[in-house]
């Protein structure tokens, strides 16, 4: 396993009350310096909102247009001329042959530099590196959905202490008595 020494995963929960909620989240991500580089895992059930927040993630960085799903393409790749920036979307929910990773490419991405976003990494196991930050989704209500971000690395910290800033997001709703950190 590649663990990187001296470093503790670094664990931020957070409650999304509503969609308005996921696309602060992905403003603030956008805004965040240490993106460009990032690599980021999606998780969570279907439905949980791992593309929906790919799509206010990638409007927010000015991509225009609708923001297709890359369910059946595995990857959706964009150049963000403006930004100077390179960014693929990965959906893995349909990966399963070994030699895809070298014939579609995706070893040479992961080896250049650029934000990569990624569905169902679990899919993919074994070919994917150290995600920077997990972003793990799960619907509470239709609207709501309980967040739990997961930075691994050192560049995965700064993109948890961008978010964590302004505006702050709630951890938890009513009430200011509750302890902040539930088992
Ligand atoms: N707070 C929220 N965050 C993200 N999606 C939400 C939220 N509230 C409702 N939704 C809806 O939930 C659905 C999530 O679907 P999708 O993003 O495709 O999920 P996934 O990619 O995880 O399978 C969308 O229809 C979206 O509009
Ligand atoms: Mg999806």
Redesign the pocket.
């Known amino acids: 396993m590649n663990i990187e020494v001296g470093h503790r995963p670094i664990v931020k929960s957070l409650l999304?009350p509503?969609?308005n909620?996921?696309r602060d989240f992905a403003v603030a991500l956008a805004n965040a310096p240490a993106l460009r580089d990032a690599f980021i895992e999606?998780q969570?059930?279907?439905?949980?909102?791992?593309?929906?927040?790919v799509r206010h993630l990638l409007r927010a960085l000015g991509v225009p247009g609708r923001v297709k799903?890359p369910t059946y393409a595995v990857v959706e790749p964009y150049e963000l001329a403006d930004r100077n920036l390179n960014v693929w979307h990965f959906d893995f929910y349909r990966f399963s042959d070994p030699r895809e990773w070298e014939d579609a490419g995706f070893r040479d991405i992961f080896a250049s530099s650029g934000l990569k976003l990624a569905?169902w990494p679990q899919k993919a196991a074994g070919f994917l590196p150290r995600a920077d930050l997990i972003i793990h989704?799960e619907?509470v209500t239709?609207?709501?959905?309980q967040v739990t971000l997961t930075a691994q690395t050192t560049l995965g910290q700064a993109l948890l202490q961008a978010v964590s800033r302004d505006p702050p997001v709630p951890e938890i709703q009513g009430g200011q008595d509750q302890p902040r950190d539930r088992p």
């Not at 969570?44 to 927040?53: F, P, R, S, V, Y």
């Not at 239709?142 to 959905?145: H, K």
């Open positions: 999304w509503n969609e909620a996921t999606l969570g059930e279907l439905g949980a909102g791992k593309t929906t927040l799903s569905e989704l619907a239709e609207a709501s959905r």
